[in-house]
């Protein structure tokens, strides 16, 4: 593959619209061909020809998504996965029985599930965080502590935590910190810059677009070599390893990651200050509102935006929330988010009965229509929740 120098670009604009500029080198082809072969031909010796043996360690349709985003993020490695939780769980598979790991309480719902289940089982010792700050501080055990985990914003109350102040407190307690990175995506944060040592996303958000596929990443920082080739051996032996057409599909949806994060950005910005000026709401949770209690750490560690998420708590509680959900007509309601469309969805709902989630809270993720058409539609949804109550 030829490499057109566009790797000296530091513009993600640039680096996501050209996928780095590679080329294949036997047709000269601008969008590189599918490879979707299991396995590589060994030479008379029976050595590997191309460096490759059998794709669940390595296929070479990988290797551009791959670098593209971790030149993104500014790492030393990426490794795709089948999953955003294939991603997540293979950095808990490196930690030992009796190994303790800090997490946030609110937190991606589908981690708390999974940790509170197998993370428990396999003797990880955990602590919830209520807040970030002085709760994380107390909740370290030096030496004990291996693994601090961190989203921002955090689902799906989009509260902020200070990534580089996290980082220092991790550190000095000899634990890493690991950032699930999905909601910003690298547009919007860098975590590797703030002092994060691993960068986890769901591909099946922002990153691939268009909500149609499933798949995860993962980006270790420049001095976790060791890291990297423990991931990549872990990735082969437990085989959540991504397919070679999704990752190809992958590559393309993201070479509009930059428009489309920078585009819902900007719409929800607007749809949360529209929400905030409604007496039919309680509160709007989004870091770009300058009341969120963390709005100056967001505005630090984000640029280009504060991301397409935002939450809001209806008056008239669970009810009213629901009722205002079946109500819109452009937004749809839908799990997930990142794609084109927009989507709403009353979270508590969708995740256990033992969810810190408020009742009265639904998600929404802003798409690419006209914001004008998105503001109109919950008009109209807060204005027939208004009658019927
Ligand atoms: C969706 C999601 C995941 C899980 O990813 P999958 O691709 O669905 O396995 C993890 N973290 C966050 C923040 C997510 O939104």
Same mark, same amino acid.
């Given at each position: 593959?030829?490499?057109?120098d566009i790797?000296?670009s530091t513009?993600?604009?640039?680096?996501?619209?050209t996928?780095?500029?590679?080329?294949?080198?036997?047709t000269?082809?601008?969008a590189?061909?599918?490879?979707?072969s299991t396995s590589?031909?060994?030479?008379?010796?029976?050595?590997?020809r191309?460096?490759?043996?059998f794709?669940?360690?390595?296929?070479?349709t990988?290797?551009?998504?791959?670098?593209?985003?971790?030149?993104?993020?500014?790492?030393?490695?990426?490794l795709?996965?089948?999953?955003? +939780?294939?991603?997540?769980t293979?950095?808990?598979?490196?930690?030992?029985?009796g190994?303790?790991?800090v997490?946030p309480?609110?937190?991606?719902?589908?981690?708390?599930?999974w940790?509170?289940?197998?993370?428990v089982r396999w003797?990880?010792?955990v602590?919830?965080?209520?807040?970030?700050?002085?709760?994380?501080?107390?909740?370290?055990?030096?030496?004990q502590?291996?693994?601090?985990?961190?989203?921002t914003p955090?689902? $799906?109350?989009?509260?902020i935590?200070?990534i580089?102040?996290a980082?220092?407190?991790?550190?000095?307690a000899?634990?890493?910190?690991?950032i699930?990175n999905?909601?910003?995506t690298p547009?919007?944060?860098?975590?590797?810059?703030?002092?994060?040592?691993?960068?986890?996303?769901?591909?099946?958000?922002y990153?691939n677009?268009?909500g149609?596929l499933?798949?995860?990443?993962?980006?270790?920082a $420049?001095?976790?070599?060791?890291?990297?080739?423990?991931l990549q051996?872990?990735?082969?032996?437990?085989g959540?390893?991504?397919?070679?057409?999704?990752?190809?599909?992958?590559?393309r949806?993201?070479?509009t990651?930059?428009l489309?994060v920078?585009a819902?950005?900007?719409s929800a910005?607007?749809?949360?200050?529209f929400?905030?000026?409604s007496?039919a709401?309680?509160?709007?949770m989004?870091?770009?509102?300058?009341?969120?209690?963390?709005?100056?750490?967001?505005?630090?560690q +984000?640029?280009?935006?504060?991301?397409?998420?935002l939450?809001?708590r209806?008056?008239?509680?669970?009810r009213?929330?629901?009722?205002?959900?079946?109500?819109?007509?452009?937004?749809r309601?839908?799990?997930?988010?990142?794609?084109?469309?927009?989507?709403?969805?009353?979270?508590?709902?969708?995740?256990?009965?033992?969810?810190?989630?408020?009742r009265d809270?639904l998600?929404?993720?802003?798409g690419?229509e006209?914001v004008?058409?998105?503001?109109d539609?919950?008009?109209?949804?807060?204005?027939?929740v208004?009658?019927?109550?």
């Amino acid at each position: 593959m030829k490499n057109n120098d566009i790797n000296s670009s530091t513009h993600h604009e640039t680096l996501t619209a050209t996928a780095l500029g590679w080329v294949d080198e036997a047709t000269d082809a601008m969008a590189l061909p599918l490879r979707p072969s299991t396995s590589f031909l060994r030479d008379p010796n029976q050595l590997d020809r191309a460096g490759r043996i059998f794709t669940r360690d390595d296929n070479p349709t990988f290797l551009q998504p791959e670098a593209l985003i971790n030149k993104l993020e500014g790492g030393i490695g990426c490794l795709l996965y089948a999953s955003g +939780m294939a991603a997540i769980t293979s950095i808990f598979q490196r930690l030992q029985p009796g190994d303790h790991v800090v997490l946030p309480k609110l937190v991606y719902s589908g981690l708390r599930d999974w940790i509170n289940t197998h993370g428990v089982r396999w003797g990880l010792q955990v602590t919830y965080l209520e807040d970030d700050g002085e709760a994380l501080q107390q909740a370290m055990r030096p030496g004990q502590t291996k693994l601090v985990w961190l989203e921002t914003p955090s689902n $799906p109350t989009w509260q902020i935590t200070d990534i580089a102040a996290a980082a220092a407190v991790a550190h000095d307690a000899g634990a890493l910190v690991a950032i699930d990175n999905t909601v910003s995506t690298p547009i919007l944060t860098r975590p590797i810059e703030h002092g994060a040592d691993i960068v986890v996303h769901s591909c099946s958000k922002y990153m691939n677009g268009h909500g149609d596929l499933i798949a995860g990443a993962t980006v270790v920082a $420049p001095q976790h070599e060791a890291v990297f080739n423990e991931l990549q051996q872990l990735r082969n032996e437990y085989g959540g390893v991504l397919g070679s057409f999704e990752s190809w599909l992958l590559l393309r949806g993201m070479r509009t990651l930059s428009l489309r994060v920078k585009a819902v950005s900007e719409s929800a910005l607007l749809v949360a200050q529209f929400l905030q000026a409604s007496d039919a709401i309680e509160e709007v949770m989004y870091p770009g509102l300058v009341s969120h209690p963390l709005h100056d750490v967001a505005a630090k560690q +984000m640029s280009n935006g504060f991301g397409g998420m935002l939450s809001f708590r209806v008056k008239g509680g669970e009810r009213a929330a629901k009722l205002l959900a079946s109500k819109v007509r452009i937004f749809r309601q839908a799990i997930s988010f990142g794609s084109t469309e927009s989507v709403i969805e009353h979270r508590a709902g969708m995740e256990k009965p033992d969810t810190p989630t408020p009742r009265d809270l639904l998600r929404v993720s802003i798409g690419l229509e006209h914001v004008q058409d998105l503001i109109d539609d919950l008009q109209q949804a807060l204005q027939a929740v208004t009658v019927e109550r």
